[in-house]
T-cell receptor, first 116, second 112 residues
Framework: NAGVMQNPRHLVRRRGQEARLRCSPMKGHSHVYWYRQLPEEGLKFMVYLQKENIIDESGMPKERFSAEFPKEGPSILRIQQVVRGDSAAYFC??????????????FGEGSWLTVV | QQQVKQSPQSLIVQKGGISIINCAYENTAFDYFPWYQQFPGKGPALLIAIRPDVSEKKEGRFTISFNKSAKQFSLHIMDSQPGDSATYFCAASIQGAQKLVFGQGTRLTINP
């Protein structure tokens, strides 16, 4: 059973470009979470999605950031017009029935975004 | 209220010693307290977790101690090994919520 798969693992973007980060959850998992980790800091919740629905986006910056989890295919975290402050590790996690029902969430290995 | 405060920021322990990392919280609605281990360049991996109905949980060399009245919980690593060198994060979640609140992390180094 493959783990949570994220790609790309490393991404370099110039200021003003777009970054797209992809996440394929573990098999059988329909709950997806995105977290951001700034250098030397803990992880911060960004968004929680189920198939075709954004359930909680309370941690997403109001502008430039969006997330989706389509019926088919991976979840996508999209950052438009990137700025240097977006440089961070972005982690996706998945769960079979969600953290609220007592399940563990499993993290991927992360996508490291560097904005130059 | 949503914060989890973790200490120390970094910790050096001799091989075979006990590593202790502490976390404190304010929100009494938190009801799930996991610890994650993260190696450089990797994602966090669940190590051990506890709910507030028990005061201690042990899995191998790893033990969580939970003090509900003090709103504190800690991770103890017995017989610490160089392979335990990593960053450790405590976290908490509110009953019914879908998000984890993480502490700031502790960089643990075990000297051989």
């Amino acid at each position: 059973n493959a783990g949570v798969m994220q790609n790309p693992r490393h991404l370099v973007r110039r200021r003003g470009q777009e970054a797209r980060l992809r996440c394929s959850p573990m098999k059988g998992h329909s709950h997806v979470y995105w977290y951001r980790q700034l250098p030397e800091e803990g992880l911060k919740f960004m968004v929680y999605l189920q198939k075709e629905n954004i359930i909680d986006e309370s941690g997403m910056p109001k502008e430039r950031f969006s997330a989706e989890f389509p019926k088919e295919g991976p979840s996508i975290l999209r950052i438009q017009q990137v700025v240097r402050g977006d440089s961070a590790a972005y982690f996706c996690a998945s769960s079979p029935t969600g953290l609220a029902s007592g399940n563990t969430i499993y993290f991927g290995e992360g996508s490291w975004l560097t904005v130059v | 209220q949503q914060q989890v405060k973790q200490s120390p920021q970094s910790l050096i322990v001799q091989k075979g010693g006990i590593s202790i990392i502490n976390c404190a919280y304010e929100n009494t609605a938190f009801d799930y307290f996991p610890w994650y281990q993260q190696f450089p360049g990797k994602g966090p991996a669940l190590l051990i977790a506890i709910r507030p109905d028990v005061s201690e949980k042990k899995e191998g060399r790893f033990t969580i101690s939970f003090n509900k009245s003090a709103k504190q919980f800690s991770l103890h690593i017995m017989d610490s090994q160089p392979g335990d060198s990593a960053t450790y994060f405590c976290a908490a979640s509110i009953q019914g919520a879908q998000k984890l609140v993480f502490g700031q992390g502790t960089r643990l180094t075990i000297n051989p």
